[in-house]
């Protein structure tokens, strides 16, 4: 090694990092996200800086969300003279993005979201859905499919109706463990969300309809009778439009907006 080159970086496992290097999936990146320079980005989960950069050198200005403390002098320096460049050293699951936005105007979140957060991170972003304009994810490909299957499946559960209430989700490409090191033991893919401009069905009282999305898919093996039970009760189910002899997984987004109405 020569003097003053630094150390490599170790990804830490307890961070969930696996930092992207390869320059195909980071144009593929850029060409998806179309950053413009009016743009308000947050990057949640920067790392070493393989996205934040070429962002930043497109934009003029980025906000970061990065709980490795230790890569933050790395980020700072690599982006030295490539713009405008914030970084919150902070959880992303506790921070606040409304905090983040300017003045009736809207973020794009950009990231390569850690798996072991994943999902929960998708949900606090749901809950601030009034500031975001959309949101461009790397993320576990299971996780991905989960996001966008369509009712009676496997994959079809709570994220995928707490989604669609909410956004657009539109799966654009695959990602090999190869483009990141270290190396995922599984294969990524990269998703845009999008919020409804318009809501697609009436939704009343969400927390209600969270409630019966949760309850649900959490026994669902059962039939809605029995899952929902305490709930919902049958009469409830058939006020629907529902069998309640039905499966959680075959029941479409409306339908558990359209139960958690009558309930």
Do not use: W
């Amino acid at each position: 090694m020569e003097p003053g080159t630094p150390r490599r970086y170790q990804a830490r496992k307890r961070f969930g990092q696996h930092f992207l290097h390869d320059r195909h999936i980071i144009s593929k990146i850029l060409l998806a996200v179309d950053p413009r320079p009016e743009d308000f980005l947050v990057e949640i989960g920067p790392g070493l800086g393989a996205i934040t950069l070429p962002l930043l050198e497109r934009c003029g200005r980025l906000t970061a969300v990065e709980l490795d403390r230790d890569v933050i002098p790395r980020l700072r320096a690599a982006a030295e003279g490539k713009g405008e460049l914030h970084i919150l050293q902070a959880d992303a699951l506790k921070t606040d993005f409304h905090a983040l936005a300017p003045p009736e105007r809207k973020l794009r979140l950009v990231g390569n979201l850690p798996y072991n957060i994943s999902t929960p991170l998708l949900f606090h972003c749901l809950d601030q859905m009034e500031v975001v304009a959309d949101m461009h994810f790397m993320l576990q490909k299971e996780v991905v499919r989960r996001m966008a299957a369509p009712p009676g499946g496997k994959d079809y559960g709570r994220l995928t109706v707490m989604l669609s209430a909410r956004c657009r989700v539109e799966p654009l490409f695959s990602i090999g463990a190869g483009a990141f090191t270290p190396p995922p033991k599984v294969e990524s893919a990269f998703v845009r969300l999008i919020p409804h401009s318009q809501a697609p069905f009436p939704l009343g009282d969400p927390a209600r309809f969270s409630a019966l999305v949760n309850q649900a898919f959490s026994q669902r093996r059962k039939t809605l009778r029995n899952a929902l039970r305490g709930l919902a009760d049958e009469s409830a189910i058939l006020r629907a439009g529902l069998d309640p002899a039905a499966r959680p997984e075959t029941l479409r987004a409306v339908d558990y907006a359209r139960l958690a109405d009558g309930v």
